[in-house]
């Protein structure tokens, strides 16, 4: 098992919501990224930092915004929630360096109503 | 443009059988390719990598092969099992890494 953690797993809110997801990691990477899966669908990749203080949009533009302010910490937050967000959110993390693998945490699950 | 995709979305194998599921990619200048395995619920979780400087490697029941010449990525399971049952992804890697669309395999008993 990888040491990678997302709260919370499953989150159902209301339009127009401020949300933030989180992600942590203790394995000390530093890199880290934002995923956006439909069930069974490929990664669309969203947001990426390569280490502290360091943030890049990805290939699917999201209205949907990042921090990294510690090595461990990659949080996402969505300013106004819509039912197009409602997806999966899964956030990774690998050595520096590389190309190495990416380790994924569980995966949040949003519903926006 | 450049892309990562797999031949089939879906595979039903016996339990026993071996299986493969194939990938596709573009990108010559890819270096590096990894399978995940996603079951229903979690994240992606790593199977097996292979660089470009090879065409062929094996983990437990798991075999990676690398054809460049044609830009194809398989993942061969060897008696395949209940337990394998799940999406897999292909995923290429030159600056960024690029994950391919899933095949969803599933195990008969």
């Known amino acids: 098992e990888a040491d990678i953690y997302q709260t919370p797993r499953y989150l159902v809110i209301g339009t127009g919501k401020k949300i933030t997801l989180e992600c942590s990691q203790t394995?000390?990477?530093?890199?880290m990224y934002w995923y956006q899966q439909d069930p069974g669908m490929e990664l669309h990749l969203i947001h990426y930092s390569y280490g502290v203080n360091s943030t890049e949009k990805g290939d699917l533009s999201s209205e949907s915004t990042v921090s990294r302010i510690r090595t461990e910490h990659f949080p996402l937050t969505l300013e106004s929630a819509r039912p197009s967000h409602t997806s999966q959110y899964l956030c990774?993390?690998?050595?520096?360096?590389?190309?190495?693998?990416?380790?994924f945490g569980p995966g949040t699950r949003l519903t926006v109503l | 443009g450049e892309s990562v995709g797999l031949h089939l979305p879906t595979l039903s194998v016996q339990e026993g059988d071996n299986s493969i599921i194939n990938c596709a990619y573009s990108n010559s200048a890819s270096d590096y390719f990894i399978w995940y395995k996603q079951e229903s619920g979690k994240g992606p979780q790593f199977i097996i990598d292979i660089r470009s400087n090879m065409d062929k490697r094996q983990g437990q029941r798991v075999t990676v092969l690398l054809n460049k010449t044609v830009k194809h990525l398989s993942l061969q399971i060897a008696a395949t099992q209940p337990g394998d049952s799940a999406v897999y992804f292909c995923a290429e890697n030159k600056n960024d890494m690029r994950f391919g669309a899933g095949t969803r395999l599933t195990v008969k008993p």
């Open positions: 394995m000390g990477h530093d890199k």
């Open positions: 990774a993390s690998s050595v520096g360096g590389g190309p190495y693998e990416q380790f």
